[in-house]
T-cell receptor
Framework: GNSVTQMEGPVTLSEEAFLTINCTYT??????LFWYVQYPGEGLQLLLK?????DKGSNKGFEATYRKETTSFHLEKGSVQVSDSAVYFC????????FGQGTRLTINP | DAGITQSPRHKVTETGTPVTLRCHQT?????MYWYRQDPGHGLRLIHY???????DKGEVSDGYSVSRSKTEDFLLTLESATSSQTSVYFC?????????????FGPGTRLTVL
C-alpha cells in the first residue's frame, strides 16, 4: 500500500538558516503530494501541494518538488524564522490521505 | 478558514465509559473523516463518510464507531474507552476523493482516558 517516510525529528535551527525536511514515498498510481503544517495547539493547515511529477508547490517561502524518479517531495526554505516553528507533515493522496510521522521544527532566535 | 468545529475540545474520561466526539461543518462538503494523531505515527484514518448514512472503515477502526445522520455532522463514538485511545482526534472534510482535492482539518479534540 501507499506509505510516506519523513526524516526523524526534532530539528532545531537558528533563525535565517536553510531548511530541508526530507520526505520519500511509496505509491501506486498517480498520487498527489502535500505538506501540512501544525502550529502549537492547532489543527493541520495545508502548506503546499503538487499534483503531478515535476510540479513545484510553494507557499510562504517554502518549496517542494514532486520527484517521481527519486519518489521524493522534500520541503525547503531558504531562510527560516522563529514563526516557522511547528510540526510538518508530508502526505500522499490517492483516494485516501496517508501521512508521514511528522517532523517537529524549532527555530531559535 | 474552512468552517469546521469539534466538540468537546478537551475531555478526560475513565476506562470503560462511552465517549462521543462531534464534528460539525458549514461547508456542505460530501466527505468527512476522523483521524487520530499519536507521536511517531502522524495521523491515521479511523473512519470516513461519503454521504449521509454512508461510512467506511479506515486503518485503525477497531474500538470506534461513527454515524452521520446529517451532511454537517459526523460523530465518533468510543463504546468503551481504553487507555490506548488516549490521543488527539481530528476531523477533516473534503469535496471529493480525487487525488488533488485538499482535506481541511478541524482544531482537534484532546482525549485522555484514565
Amino acid at each position: 500500500g501507499n506509505s510516506v517516510t519523513q526524516m526523524e525529528g526534532p530539528v532545531t535551527l537558528s533563525e535565517e538558516a536553510f531548511l530541508t525536511i526530507n520526505c520519500t514515498y511509496t505509491a501506486t498510481g498517480y498520487p498527489s503530494l502535500f505538506w501540512y503544517v501544525q502550529y502549537p495547539g492547532e489543527g493541520l493547515q495545508l502548506l503546499l501541494k503538487a499534483t503531478k511529477a515535476d510540479d513545484k508547490g510553494s507557499n510562504k517561502g517554502f518549496e517542494a518538488t514532486y520527484r517521481k524518479e527519486t519518489t521524493s517531495f522534500h520541503l525547503e526554505k531558504g531562510s527560516v524564522q522563529v514563526s516557522d516553528s511547528a510540526v510538518y507533515f508530508c502526505a500522499l493522496k490517492g483516494q485516501k490521505l496517508v501521512f508521514g510521522q511528522g517532523t517537529r521544527l524549532t527555530i531559535n532566535p | 478558514d474552512a468552517g469546521i468545529t469539534q466538540s468537546p475540545r478537551h475531555k478526560v474520561t475513565e476506562t470503560g465509559t462511552p465517549v462521543t466526539l462531534r464534528c460539525h461543518q458549514t461547508e456542505n462538503h460530501r466527505y468527512m473523516y476522523w483521524y487520530r494523531q499519536d507521536p511517531g505515527h502522524g495521523l491515521r484514518l479511523i473512519h470516513y463518510s461519503y454521504g449521509v448514512k454512508d461510512t467506511d472503515k479506515g486503518e485503525v477502526s477497531d474500538g470506534y464507531s461513527v454515524s452521520r445522520s446529517k451532511t454537517e455532522d459526523f460523530l465518533l463514538t468510543l463504546e468503551s474507552a481504553t487507555s490506548s485511545q488516549t490521543s488527539v482526534y481530528f476531523c477533516a472534510i473534503s469535496e471529493s476523493l480525487l487525488a488533488d482535492n485538499e482535506q481541511f482539518f478541524g482544531p482537534g479534540t484532546r482525549l485522555t482516558v484514565l
